[in-house]
């Protein structure tokens, strides 16, 4: 017998069908290889080759020139932008349709100067100059008011859309504030609205308490498989007190950060064999109108099942694996 | 350089990112192969082999007796359902968090009797018995006063979800009305409440005099390639005049469908090389609020490309490939 529930995710308000007696079946599951195979003589992203990855925007470095060897983390414009700074700002109407220059910016943080080495096999400190970079970035493209809103991704391994073996994460800078992180926004202004409360804060409270999603824990930093997830293995980052910008943290929490993200990426990587996955950092918009009822987190979606019909007809995902599940299966791992 | 444009969907409002000078990355591609390759031997829904599919709720046949060989279409329960007519209608709170049981029907119509034969092959006629057993069941399923809405959607190969080669599509009924159908709603009703007028039906004037998204076209039916459309190729078939509702489309109306369906699908099929593809009915909720600003249509989303953090990060999808050059291609194919 098949025994499904609906859950609501508390800050969208969006369902999702946790299928509580789901058994494992084949084609469910994402067949395609991991890597892709890149020839590591032809890759932009390797120290040596910093004049096909373009002109550096930010690096971390122990010293040297710019754009010559000797960084740990490097940032980059992307060459085949999805965003473009040269964009205008008008908006074009014709009857019902409205569009605009894909006005923005879309930057790639080349994680490592060494070809096969994964983000989640990162020493801490090494992973931290990673966040470091996310966050000087973020504070640099704040400051163009063409921009409405930023979201930080990674897609590690060919199911979870990388084009690059080369560890790699990307920022891109809305002319909007996009629709993933606009359904949070409004969701968490309603809670803010209603209660007086941000709405991140409430439920991290409630899972600090309840134990039975947290995956991991720091002073600073709690993650949890949420409650409403979208995938299997779904987790997010959540700092522990009230922070509405990934821009703003301090070193401290960035060290914090760094030492969960390792840790929980470790705990997914063993239970689900070395799976593609993407993450997704959430800052608040810049205007900071969002700000009291908005908090910083980060996702890691693994990405090994499909979407059917199912999804793109209802927009209510099935997730064959509760939270509560893959909460036990990635506590259990042992790590170190 | 790469010129990009965020277009708005006028339906929900939802932006994409449409790469107007995309060149074809083989990395942006699905590998996967179409097939699944099941043993004919072990396929329930073969000929022969009722009792495995479970028993019929509706079936087209020249005669003979419920549950055995003779029909053209068959719908059966399925056996893994996502939502069951036992569920309760509670809702249960606890904290910031709600769920309730995955309370509504799943169903599986069942396209052909023979194994080895896509939806897209079916002669008009026989594909006009799918859309009927689609709109008869949906009025059956209306009768259930615990149902929201209701959502058709079919699976064709192994990246678009399908776990069986066997061609069928699905009915899932909602206690709620799901995501993706009530932003639509929701946007159709807005733009209702604006300007008096039903959305979709200024959308398919708009086309129909514009011509650049144009598929094909009968007397009652058009198909374009969306403005907005979240992947290559994507095509919707919309009804010339306001019609709410599926299940009350009149039996020439199913007709022009079969036909126009056949001949986007075969254009589809021949411009992609048989790709996967996802199909997606969607049709007024139950209660009638909406039938002023809605208007029932079939999305055909071609699953050729994956999803990166990109899209999970910030809900605007890339699509590689212009709506106005999808239309322009399936227009160019010789059919027949």
């Not at 025994?3 to 007696?21: A, F, H, K, W």
């Not at 994680?111 to 989640?120: G, K, N, R, S």
């Not at 020493?123 to 990673?130: N, S």
């Not at 720091?218 to 293995?233: C, E, G, N």
Request: aromatic letters at 8%.
């Amino acid at each position: 017998m098949v025994t499904t529930e609906l859950r609501r995710d508390p800050i969208t308000g969006r369902s999702v069908l946790i299928d509580l007696t789901a058994q494992p079946h084949p084609h469910d599951f994402v067949l395609e290889p991991v890597r892709l195979d890149d020839a590591p003589a032809e890759c932009p992203f390797c120290e040596g080759r910093e004049a096909d990855a373009g002109p550096e925007l930010l690096a971390w470095r122990e010293g040297g020139p710019a754009n010559t060897p000797g960084w740990s983390v490097r940032v980059v414009a992307n060459r085949r932008p999805m965003l473009r700074i040269e964009g205008g700002q008008d908006r074009r109407v014709e009857g019902v349709f409205e569009s605009r220059d894909g006005l923005g910016a879309h930057e790639v943080v080349i994680e490592t100067p060494m070809h096969d080495q994964a983000v989640h096999r990162l020493d801490a400190d090494r992973l931290w100059r990673v966040l470091w970079a996310w966050r000087t970035r973020l504070q640099d493209l704040k400051r163009d008011a063409r921009f409405a809103a930023a979201v930080v991704f990674k897609n590690h391994g060919r199911a979870a859309g990388a084009r690059l073996d080369h560890s790699h994460s990307q920022i891109a800078a809305y002319p909007i504030v996009p629709a993933a992180l606009d359904e949070k926004v409004r969701g968490a202004g309603e809670h803010y609205g209603r209660t007086g409360r941000c709405v991140f804060c409430d439920l991290t409270a409630q899972e600090l308490t309840d134990g039975r999603r947290t995956v991991s824990d720091t002073l600073s930093i709690i993650a949890i498989a949420p409650f409403a997830s979208r995938v299997p293995f779904e987790a997010w980052l959540l700092p522990r007190d009230h922070a509405p910008r990934f821009e703003e943290v301090s070193d401290a929490t960035l060290e914090a950060m760094a030492v969960i993200l390792k840790d929980v990426m470790a705990r997914v990587d063993w239970a689900l064999e070395r799976p593609a996955y993407n993450l997704v950092l959430h800052t608040a918009p810049f205007s900071g109108d969002a700000d009291a009822g908005f908090h910083w987190h980060l996702e890691i979606i693994p990405r090994v099942t499909r979407w059917s019909g199912l999804e793109w007809g209802s927009g209510v995902p099935r997730n064959p694996v509760s939270p509560e599940e893959a909460a036990r299966a990635l506590r259990a791992v042992a790590i170190g």
